[in-house]
C-alpha cells in the first residue's frame, strides 16, 4: 500500500515570491509521481509527472518537481508566483499495476 | 475536443433518494473511475472499471453503484445507502490502468442532500 503526505495544509504567499510545496510518500514497491492542480469547483489537470529518467521534472506554468528517492519526496516549486496560481495543489503517486494514492492537498494561496 | 463530461454540475436530494450522476468521455480511454473528494481530504476511490461491463470496488463503494454498459459511459448511482453522501464528485479516464498513465478529469458533480 501508498501513503502521501502534503506537509502544508495551507500556503500563503505574495505575488512574485517563490514557493514549495513538500510532498512525502511511503510505498514498498516503485511508483511513479503526480502533481495535479485544481481550481474551485473544477477537476484536477495534470501539471507534471515523473515516470523515470532525470529526477528534475518541468510542468505547465513554470512549475517544476524534484524527486528524492533517499527522502521519498517529490516538492513542487515555482520560483515567481502569479495571482493565477491561486489553486488547490494535490500530490499522487501510482504504482505500475494499481491505482493513485493522492495526498490531502495544499491550498496556495497568492496574495497581491 | 476531447475531454469528460459529467452533470449534472450541482444537484440536490432528499434523504431516502437515489440519484445518479452521468459521466461521459469521448477520449477513447479504456479506463474509467470515480472519486469522491470532501473538504481538507484528497480524493477517495469510489469504482473504476477497465473495460466495458466490468468494474471494481474502492476503497469507499459501499452505498454506490455503478455500470460500465458503453467504452465512453461511467454512470454512478449514489444510494439511499449512503450515510453521508454530500460531497463533490470527479469521474477521470485513463488511456489503461498501468500506473504511469495520467488521469483525465471531468469538471465533476456537487450532491447535497437536503
Known amino acids: 500500500a501508498q501513503s502521501v503526505t502534503q506537509l502544508d495544509s495551507q500556503v500563503p504567499v505574495f505575488e512574485e515570491a517563490p514557493v514549495e510545496l513538500r510532498c512525502n510518500y511511503s510505498s514498498s514497491v516503485s511508483v511513479y509521481l503526480f502533481w495535479y492542480v485544481q481550481y474551485p469547483n473544477q477537476g484536477l489537470q495534470l501539471l507534471l509527472k515523473y515516470l523515470s529518467g532525470s529526477t528534475l521534472v518541468k510542468g505547465i506554468n513554470g512549475f517544476e518537481a524534484e524527486f528524492n528517492k533517499s527522502q521519498t519526496s517529490f516538492h513542487l516549486r515555482k520560483p515567481s508566483v502569479h495571482i493565477s496560481d491561486t489553486a488547490e495543489y494535490f500530490c499522487?503517486?501510482?504504482?505500475?499495476?494499481?491505482?493513485?494514492?493522492f495526498g490531502d492537498g495544499t491550498t496556495l494561496t497568492v496574495k497581491p | 475536443d476531447g475531454g469528460i463530461t459529467q452533470s449534472p454540475k450541482y444537484l440536490f436530494r432528499k434523504e431516502g433518494q437515489n440519484v445518479t450522476l452521468s459521466c461521459e468521455q469521448n477520449l477513447n480511454h479504456d479506463a474509467m473511475y470515480w472519486y469522491r473528494q470532501d473538504p481538507g481530504q484528497g480524493l477517495r476511490l469510489i469504482y473504476y472499471?477497465?473495460?466495458?461491463?466490468?468494474?471494481q470496488k474502492g476503497d469507499i463503494a459501499e452505498g454506490y453503484s455503478v455500470s460500465r454498459e458503453k467504452k465512453e459511459s461511467f454512470p454512478l448511482t449514489v444510494t439511499s445507502a449512503q450515510k453521508n453522501p454530500t460531497a463533490f464528485y470527479l469521474c477521470?479516464?485513463?488511456?489503461?490502468?498501468?500506473?504511469?498513465?495520467?488521469?483525465?478529469f471531468g469538471a465533476g458533480s456537487r450532491l447535497t442532500v437536503l
Open positions: 477521470a479516464s485513463s488511456i489503461g490502468l498501468s500506473g504511469a498513465n495520467v488521469l483525465t
Open positions: 472499471s477497465q473495460i466495458v461491463n466490468d468494474f
Open positions: 499522487a503517486v501510482t504504482p505500475n499495476a494499481g491505482k493513485s494514492t
